[in-house]
């Protein structure tokens, strides 16, 4: 089985600071990684996803994240964020499997409030 | 990336009577598709999973009975909550993946239909 923990619920920020949002995640097989953003009363939209290769992934909107498989981690980070990117982050894993994608172990969430 | 539609977006329903949620891939034959519920401030909680043809495979928890779900088609898979309670008012959101065959290695998300139950 596979846990996702995203150590901060919320994480406030002015807006053109860097910010970082943390996941850490548990798992006894090699995993696929994921961060999604949720807008207000909207599905997730993927932000990046990691599958192999470079631990260094870069994503939508000016995200990127890096996978640490000693530390188990897979923090996203911006370097400038904007009051747009005010919205609800998840950072989700999925078991390597010979099918594809099996289905994704979520964490709860970081809401990402930028202020002016 | 790809197209899944949900519809309805928003839906209010007397308690007793029955809800049905659609959710459609656009561009794309779905495989399989998920149904996610998210309480307020909260996770997505995976409810079941199907794929087309079979029936849906319900995590532990999950009143089968209650929430029905339909795959008839590639494109179509359907939620109906059954004599809907206020409890059942909630945040649902599908998903969807192609074969892997055709490249199916990514979900897409529906944008989500917020249930009122009064």
């Known amino acids: 089985a596979q846990s996702v923990t995203q150590l901060d619920s919320q994480v406030p920020v002015f807006e053109e600071a860097p910010v970082e949002l943390r996941c850490n995640y548990s798992s006894s097989v090699s995993v696929y990684l994921f961060w999604y953003v949720q807008y207000p009363n909207q599905g997730l939209q993927l932000l990046l996803k990691?599958?192999?290769?470079?631990?260094l992934v870069k994503g939508i909107n000016g995200f990127e994240a890096e996978f640490n498989k000693s530390q188990t981690s897979f923090h996203l980070r911006k370097p400038s964020v904007h009051i747009s990117d005010t919205a609800e982050y998840f950072c989700a894993v999925s078991p390597l499997m010979n099918s594809g994608y099996s289905t994704l172990t979520f964490g709860k969430g970081t809401m990402l409030l930028v202020s002016p | 990336g790809a197209v899944v539609s949900q519809h309805p977006s928003r839906v209010i329903c007397k308690s007793g009577t029955s809800v049905k949620i659609e959710c459609r891939s656009l561009?794309?034959?779905?495989?399989?598709m998920f149904w996610y519920r998210q309480f307020p401030k909260q996770s997505l909680m995976l409810m079941a999973t199907s794929n087309e043809g079979s029936k849906a495979t319900y995590e532990q928890g999950v009143e089968k009975d209650k929430f029905l779900i339909n795959h008839a088609s590639l494109t179509l898979s359907t939620l109906t909550v059954t004599s809907a309670h206020p409890e059942d008012s909630s945040f649902y959101i599908c998903?969807?993946?192609?074969?892997?065959?055709?490249?199916?290695?990514?979900?897409?998300f529906g944008q989500g239909t917020r249930l009122t139950v009064v």
């Open positions: 998903s969807a993946r192609a074969g892997l065959r055709t490249g199916g290695t990514e979900a897409f």
């Open positions: 990691y599958l192999s290769g470079s631990t």
């Open positions: 561009d794309f034959q779905a495989t399989t």
